[in-house]
């Protein structure tokens, strides 16, 4: 079997390259952003803002609980959805970029 040799060069400079690493910069760095805040949201309001932690909703569930759990609700949601963007655009990019290089 013969190995392939690319210009690595050459591809970094691509077009279809350059596009899919952008594409994919903007939305990792923005959904990044996103999860950041949303996580250090629970140290810093459960530090400023106690009470609000100790608001019941339901029995012994309280607002605190909620919090905590949506967090990992989030974390499930951005997967998902990165799974899915990644299939439909990415995967696509991909496919194109190998395309045009071979």
């Known amino acids: ?3 392939t040799s690319y210009n690595w060069n050459e591809i970094a400079q691509h077009p ?3 596009q899919l ?3 994919k910069r903007s939305f990792l760095f923005g959904w990044w952003i996103f999860a950041s805040v949303y996580y250090f949201l629970l140290p810093i309001l ?3 803002v106690p009470d609000l932690f100790r608001i019941r909703i339901v029995g012994a569930i309280n607002f605190g ?3 905590i759990l949506s967090q990992f609700v989030v974390a499930i949601f951005v997967a998902i959805y990165y799974t899915r963007v990644a299939n439909n ?3 696509r990019l991909t496919a ?3 395309r045009e290089i071979q």
């Open 65 to 67: 609980y909620l919090f």
């Open 16 to 18: 279809k390259y350059l």
């Open 1 to 3: 079997m013969a190995a």
């Open 21 to 23: 690493k952008s594409k």
């Open 46 to 48: 459960s530090g400023y």
């Open 96 to 98: 194109e970029l190998v």
């Open 89 to 91: 655009d990415f995967d």
